[in-house]
């Protein structure tokens, strides 16, 4: 499995690398991870590293590195593990790289990957209660809360229309 690299104005979303481990393990097992999911041990981030690029291969989709300046500054993207109902646009921004807008960019181009390429019935972001850059990054892509998530009590159902791109 090749994994697409997407270019956008200001950014690449490219498959994920060694390189890009340090930034995700400090991102990942510090206090910003409670918006992504929860804190992960060192173990635990690494099997979570590993996932990001294993979902490519297993699924065909999934989250890309985003790269600004050749420096990772996030990563976001669609997946969709057995855990969850619905396939998931997503996206986390490493710290220090807040407020440039590099969420929204990589989030439509996201968006527009999955209306084009993969067509899914339904696409959601699952956005933990109270996350409110989160919840208005939701809205400025059309998304509207839905319903409570059946994994996770805390979080919030956001659906994107599938009509047409952002």
Do not use: C
């Not at 690029?53 to 593990?81: A, C, R, T």
């Not at 220090?96 to 067509?119: D, N």
């Amino acid at each position: 499995m090749i994994v697409p690299t997407l270019r956008t104005e200001r950014l690449i979303l490219r498959a994920p690398t060694m390189a890009d481990w340090p930034v995700y393990r400090a991102f990942i097992t510090g206090a910003r991870a409670v918006g992504a999911g929860g804190i992960l041990d060192e173990k635990q981030a690494f099997r979570s590293f590993a996932a990001i690029l294993g979902h490519w291969h297993l699924k065909g989709f999934g989250w890309w590195m985003i790269e600004h300046d050749g420096q990772p500054v996030g990563y976001s993207g669609v997946h969709n593990p057995p855990s969850k109902a619905d396939m998931e646009l997503g996206w986390a921004l490493f710290d220090g790289h807040e407020g440039h807008g590099f969420a929204l960019e990589a989030a439509r181009a996201g968006l527009s990957y999955a209306k084009t390429v993969l067509t899914p019935r339904r696409l959601v972001s699952y956005i933990i209660d109270g996350n409110t850059p989160s919840e208005k990054l939701a809205r400025k892509l059309g998304a509207a809360p839905a319903s409570a998530a059946d994994h996770r009590s805390d979080v919030t159902v956001w659906v994107h229309p599938m009509e047409s791109a952002p």
